[in-house]
Every structure is written in C-alpha cells, then in structure tokens.
C-alpha cells in the first residue's frame, strides 16, 4: 500500500511539472485579451442601452397622467426615441421627453413619433 502512495506521488508531481514546461512553452498573446477588451466596451454599451430603456419605460409608467404603456422606448448608443401610435397631449409628451432626459446615461431624446393631439 505504502508504494502505491509513493508511486501516485511520483506519477502527480512529473504530471504537474511536465503541465508547467508546456505552459510554459507556450508563447504568450495579448490577442485573445484585447479581443475580450473589446468585446466588454461592447457589451457594456448594449447593457446601458438596454438599462436606458427599462428605466426610461419603467418612471413612464409610473408616472401619473402618461399613457406609459402606450410609448414605445428604444434606445441605441444613448439616444432615446420614443413613439406611439396612440395620440397624446403636448404636454404629455413634453412631460415624456422630460422624464427620459432625467435618466443617467440619456445623451439625446427623440420625440419625433410621439403622435401630439
């Protein structure tokens, strides 16, 4: 029993230093990490807009006197357009622009397809 648990040993730590030599060997990229860099930039601005958009859509339908549901909310690169195919008031849909323009990462707002009465 004794020389199995020596030869198991032996048999780990020529495993784990032959695994370090081709590791070693091998030779070192900043590619895949720049790939990864640029892919986090991209994928960050899609969460932002997305986070624009829920945040924009969610205070539209809380607020009082909004047909919040009735908006539609997109948002690309944090520019927020919304629309409706409802009509509503000028003062609803300054109200609307206004409640967009609060929102933190919100560079512009669009209210060209809000249809005013």
């Not at 590791?23 to 640029?38: I, K, T, V």
């Not at 899609?46 to 009735?70: F, H, M, Q, R, Y």
């Not at 609060?102 to 512009?108: D, F, N, T, Y």
């Amino acid at each position: 029993m004794k020389k199995f648990a020596i030869a198991a040993a032996t048999a780990t730590a020529l495993t784990l230093t032959m695994a370090n030599a081709a590791f070693a060997a091998q030779p070192a990229s900043q590619a895949p990490m720049m790939l990864a860099a640029g892919e986090m930039t991209k994928a960050k601005e899609e969460t932002s807009d997305t986070w624009i958009t829920t945040k924009v859509k969610a205070d539209l339908v809380t607020e009082k006197g909004i047909p919040g549901t009735d908006i539609k909310v997109e948002t690309n690169k944090g520019v927020v357009s919304l629309s409706s195919t409802t009509a509503i008031t000028e003062a609803q849909k300054t109200t609307a622009v206004n409640i967009a323009k609060k929102i933190k990462g919100v560079k512009a707002v669009s209210a060209d397809g809000l249809k005013a009465e």
